[in-house]
Structures are given as C-alpha cells and as structure tokens.
C-alpha cells in the first residue's frame, strides 16, 4: 500500500529590481509524496459505524472488506477506501470494482 504524506513547505522568493534585491512575502505551499511505506499499521476501522454510513450515491447500505480496507456498495460496484481508520466517502475518490459476470444478467439474456 502506499502512503501519501502531506507537508508544509515555505518557499521564498526573490526579485531583482533595479539594482536591488528585493524579498517576497514567503508562502507556504501543501506538498504531496508518495512513498513505499508497508510496514506501517493502519488504524482499525469501526465496523459499529456500519450501522449510520450509506453510500451517499444510492444511500443504500455498504459492506466492509477488511482485507481490501474498503466500504463496498454492491450495486454500484464501487468501494470507498478508509484512510487512517476514516471512510472516504467521496465518490470521485472511490473505485470501480468488477462485478461477478454471473451474478448480473443482461436484458438480452433474459
């Protein structure tokens, strides 16, 4: 699994003007890595709260996978990932999931 950790930077800028160098007020810029972290232990997530969460698209139950760390909405086929024990319910942040070819017909099959 990799990790996404976030930081602040403070960037300072300087401009020549005229003979003169001048400062820029410094901002300060969120930075994202990536890094290769594996070993670190994710909080556990609260399955009692499976009880108040709905999928906010179809507001239909979800089902927690623990191996994938995931909120699954079956008839979407989407899971919502938990970060830090956190479900992120976003649905641009979720991922498609395939669903079993045998569970679902077509209307021409039918």
């Known amino acids: 699994m990799d990790l996404i950790v976030i930081e602040t930077v403070r960037i300072s800028r300087y401009v020549k003007q005229g003979s003169l160098l001048q400062r820029i007020t410094p901002a300060s810029v969120l930075v994202r890595?990536?890094?290769?972290?594996?070993?670190?232990?994710?909080?556990p997530?609260?399955?009692?709260?499976?009880?108040?969460l709905v999928c906010p698209l179809s507001k239909k139950p979800l089902r927690y996978e623990a191996k994938t760390n995931e909120l699954i909405n079956e008839e979407l086929g989407i899971a919502y990932p938990i970060i830090d024990g956190i479900p992120n319910m976003i649905p641009q942040e979720a991922r498609l999931i395939r669903k079993d070819p045998d569970a679902s017909v077509s209307p021409a099959q039918e």
């Open 33 to 43: 890595s990536f890094t290769d972290v594996k070993d670190e232990v994710q909080p």
């Open 45 to 52: 997530f609260d399955a009692s709260l499976l009880e108040f």
